[in-house]
Nanobody, 122 residues
């Protein structure tokens, strides 16, 4: 499985961005997909995740109510819609996939994209 993240950029606080993660390869093996982020000098942080076959997305408390994860199974794309962005959302965002569910406290996902930079200016 290969994952390609895109859509990052520079935005002012309060603005919005939409990230995309395109999966290719043996996508039939994917059950869960998710987003993580890593800010400079900080550990990687879970953002949210979704089951590839349905179900409600779930999020970390830090982004709940502002970020929305969705997917388009026909195109093998997962999206992260980010609204009301804050400077503390600045990070490299990574998409991930796994044969099982991706959770905040779960195992390390098996597949990772290359990351896309999101910078929120104050």
């Amino acid at each position: 499985v290969q994952l390609q993240a895109s859509g990052g950029g520079l935005v002012q606080a309060g603005g919005s961005l939409r990230l995309s993660c395109t999966a290719s390869g043996r996508t039939v093996s994917i059950y869960g997909m998710g987003w993580f982020r890593q800010a400079p000098g900080k550990e990687r942080e879970f953002v949210g995740a979704i089951s590839w076959i349905g179900g409600t997305p779930y999020y970390s408390d830090s982004v709940k109510g502002r970020f929305t994860i969705s997917r388009d199974n026909t195109k093998n794309i997962m999206y992260l819609e980010m609204n009301s962005l804050k400077p503390e959302d600045t990070a490299v965002y990574y998409c991930a996939a796994d044969r099982g569910l991706i959770t905040q406290l779960g195992h390390e996902p098996a597949y990772w994209g290359q990351g896309t930079q999101v910078t929120v200016s104050s």
